[in-house]
């Protein structure tokens, strides 16, 4: 593995941070970028020293190198500066430079209407310079920022349309038919299918992947335009998937194999290609290494799938080579046992040898992949002390909060309710490490934000839970516990399993449709609840989130929340849904039976 090496050269770019300019860390991300390469420390240093060079950068050669590097690293203050200073440089921007800019702005979620217009103006005078990515790129470019300028879309699909036409490389015509289908018409090109059907037999998965994306949208949107592309669409969708199957049947080497896989993704995998590319794996499970069982890790908790035979030889592979992976692949190793709620044979030493190989850099791992890591091994109610404390510490805390800054919007809102949930696990399963409960404020924003919705099966089990229980004054609905676990119903019944009812219950509203809205109880209530011998009962819907797609097994988000909610004192009934929706089930009055053992059996 290379990451060593990298790691000291890393080390050297550190301490040499104040000699590098802007070219220096572009080349350098660059490199990083291409080996997958990631470090908080080098990313903040980056951040700090190209702030420095800001006013430095006059010429448009400069500046877009500077942008395209601390744009996306920037918070808002900084953010601001440059687009200013883009704005006043924009038609010195040669054709390579724009679309550097215009990808850094969509990168960065730029939402400077002025710049968007101006950026989108110099780039229609640059049109005739592009090749057939560049075009592409552009496309996916102004879509991403919202750019209102539909002339320009339109000459842009007809550049992308005469670009597949000529084109004879498979991933380029993947790519232009990607970008294509997103532009709105309701017509297709009639050559278009022609010249994704001349390539399908070259494609790898990634390709066939962003085919079936376009495809699909297509037919669904064009059918009630063209009846005959339609079918067209449809045919050349049935080739695609016997090209993809194919191409996993012939598959013999897993390394090439996950390299064509890590992009693929949705619904055509999930639909087509998912059941045969177990078998793959499962063919080609000898070929499990240390060198790829982290990425293979990775990709079965992207498919949501439990696969017992696969994950069994990954820890084994894993045990026999823990000293050969590198320290931060231990999170994604770990990852699909927890994600997925599986022990698999000798798990305690499974644990135990990634925690171990860990525990030495844990002041080296980048902030955010040890707060994941945190939280993935409470999934499985694992907590290594020495972790808990390195995470919950002021110092790490305050670099944690640095990094946020230079991630992208989607990650750091995920990292943050990551830290929070955590948080509570820690305070709930492992009191005694004393942690701080410190994330009342973030739950009280996140409540805030916005209206919890219903669906029509809670809306269901409401109604007859209130028939069952003697009326709605005997069972709260979307009830926050403490530690803020929202729940979607909740009862209290006496020592005699008789219910309570509630002395001021909350009024809830439902729409006539039941979709809401749904007016959460946001309250902690202390009513002396329950009485002495009583119980309170949490009633919980499991939807098909809470379970591997491929089976009825819970996965450990579920189970989590489970054990949680049990610690702070409640009995809790999960409904899983493919029992509520179950033949045995197909009448009111096997609803009310089935809750009623649920709740009343002893």
């Known amino acids: 593995s290379y990451r060593p090496l990298l790691e000291k050269c890393n080390a050297i770019f550190l301490q040499s941070i104040k000699g590098l300019d802007a070219d220096n860390i572009s080349i350098i991300l660059g490199v990083y970028q291409s080996l997958h390469f990631n470090n908080c420390d080098f990313r903040l240093a980056v951040k700090w020293r190209l702030t420095e060079l800001i006013n430095t950068q006059t010429d448009p050669t400069g500046f877009v190198r500077l942008f395209a590097v601390l744009g996306p690293l ?3 203050v900084v953010r601001k500066r440059l687009e200013s200073a883009a704005l006043l440089m924009v038609e010195e921007f040669s054709p390579s430079q724009t679309l550097a800019i215009i990808e850094t702005m969509a990168e960065m979620e730029c939402r400077n209407p ?3 217009q101006q950026v989108a103006s110099t780039l229609s005078k640059h049109l005739d310079m592009y090749k057939p990515l560049d075009a592409a790129k552009t496309t996916q470019a102004l879509l991403t920022l919202h750019c209102q300028k539909p002339e320009l879309y339109a000459e842009l699909r007809q550049m992308l349309i005469r670009y597949l036409h000529v084109s004879v490389v498979p991933y380029e015509i993947s790519m232009l038919t ?17 010249r994704i059907d001349d390539v399908l037999p070259q494609c790898n998965l990634s390709d066939l992947n962003a085919f079936a994306i376009a495809i699909t949208k297509w037919v669904r949107n064009g059918s009630s335009y063209q009846p005959s592309t339609a079918a067209v669409h449809v045919k050349l969708l049935q080739k695609l998937n016997m090209c993809g199957l194919e191409r996993l049947q012939k598959a013999n080497d897993l390394d090439l194999l996950l390299e064509e896989l890590k992009y693929v993704g949705g619904e055509w995998f999930e639909e087509v290609l998912a059941e045969e590319t177990m078998a793959s794996f499962e063919r080609l499970k000898g070929q499990i290494t240390w060198s790829n069982v982290a990425e293979l890790a990775l990709f079965l908790t992207k498919t949501n799938c439990l696969h017992i035979g696969l994950l069994d030889q990954i820890a084994s592979v894993t045990l026999q080579h823990i000293n050969k ?9 770990l990852l699909p046992f927890n994600v997925f709620n599986y022990d698999p044979p000798q798990a305690e030493d499974l644990f135990e040898s990634c925690v171990q190989r860990s525990r030495p850099h844990f002041n080296t791992f980048d902030p955010h992949l040890l707060v994941l890591f945190g939280y993935s091994l409470a999934l499985a109610s694992y907590f290594p002390e020495d972790l808990i404390k390195t995470i919950f510490s002021v110092n790490f805390l305050a670099k944690l909060d ?3 800054d230079t991630l992208s919007d989607v990650l750091n809102m995920r990292i943050r309710l990551r830290l929070m949930e955590l948080n509570r696990a820690v305070c709930l399963e492992c009191p005694e490490f004393q942690t701080t409960w410190f994330h009342d404020r973030y739950c009280q924003q ?3 934000k916005g209206n919890v919705s219903i669906g029509p099966v809670q809306q269901q089990i409401h109604e007859i839970l209130g028939q069952l229980l003697g009326g709605s004054n005997y069972v709260k ?3 926050f516990t403490p530690y803020y676990y929202f729940t979607d119903f909740e009862c209290v019944l006496d020592k005699h399993r008789k219910p309570i009812p509630y002395v001021a219950q909350n009024t809830v509203f439902l729409s006539k449709n039941g979709s809401g809205p749904w007016r959460p109880d946001k309250e902690f209530h202390e009513e002396k609840y329950p009485p002495l011998g009583g119980e309170r009962v949490v009633i919980e819907f499991l939807n098909a989130k809470a379970f591997c797609k491929n089976s009825h097994h819970i996965k450990g988000e579920a189970a989590m929340k489970k054990r949680h909610l049990e610690i702070l004192g409640y009995r809790v009934i999960q409904i899983p849904h493919f029992e509520w929706n179950s033949m045995e089930l197909s009448t009111k009055d096997a609803w009310i039976e089935y809750l009623k053992q649920k709740i009343f059996a002893e």
Do not use: K
């Not at 990607?178 to 022609?194: E, K």
């Not at 992976?325 to 190793?333: D, E, K, L, M, R």
């Open 402 to 404: 640095s990094q946020l």
């Open 446 to 448: 996140l409540l805030n």
């Open 114 to 116: 002025q710049l968007i």
């Open 477 to 479: 609905a979307a009830v």
């Open 178 to 194: 990607r970008v294509l289908s997103q532009l709105p018409s309701p017509r297709t090109d009639h050559l278009i299918p022609a």
């Open 74 to 76: 920037s918070g808002t």
């Open 325 to 333: 992976i590198h320290f931060s692949a231990t999170y994604a190793i």
